[in-house]
């Protein structure tokens, strides 16, 4: 087992439950002066990727799957398998269940005060982003 399988790279997401997706990208544009970076409206989920500030901050991910309210931290990891390792041999994987996104391999899992937080190894990070660049893609969603 990896002695360190949680050197934990960034808080890359903050994936938060919508009501009204549209209506909260007009409130994170116009008050929280964000930028839209990208949206997808496919397998019956609308998300949107919004940056705040300048930098490497973790991006704001606006979905209308997640409920309401509710703010998932989504935290890099180098190896998924060694973390999910080190989660079995402590006991914590009992309150983990491994999740498909477009990055790569992620488990959700809860903190001891049932907190839900989530592990991403991120073997493609610019997924999302190629596929709105696509100009083909059915499932983007653009400002008209």
Known sequence: MSAD???LGTLVYLYIGSSDVTADLAWY???MGGDLLWRFN???ADVAAVRI????????LLADHRPVPSCLPIWSVRSLSASVEWLQATGW???????GVPDGPCVVLRDPSGNELALLQQDRPDAMQQAFDDMTNPRAVRRR
């Open 5 to 7: 399988p949680f050197p």
């Open 29 to 31: 544009d116009e008050a």
């Open 42 to 44: 496919a397998f019956g």
């Open 53 to 60: 500030g300048v930098g490497t901050g973790p991006l704001v």
């Open 93 to 99: 994987w009992e309150t983990a269940t491994a999740v």
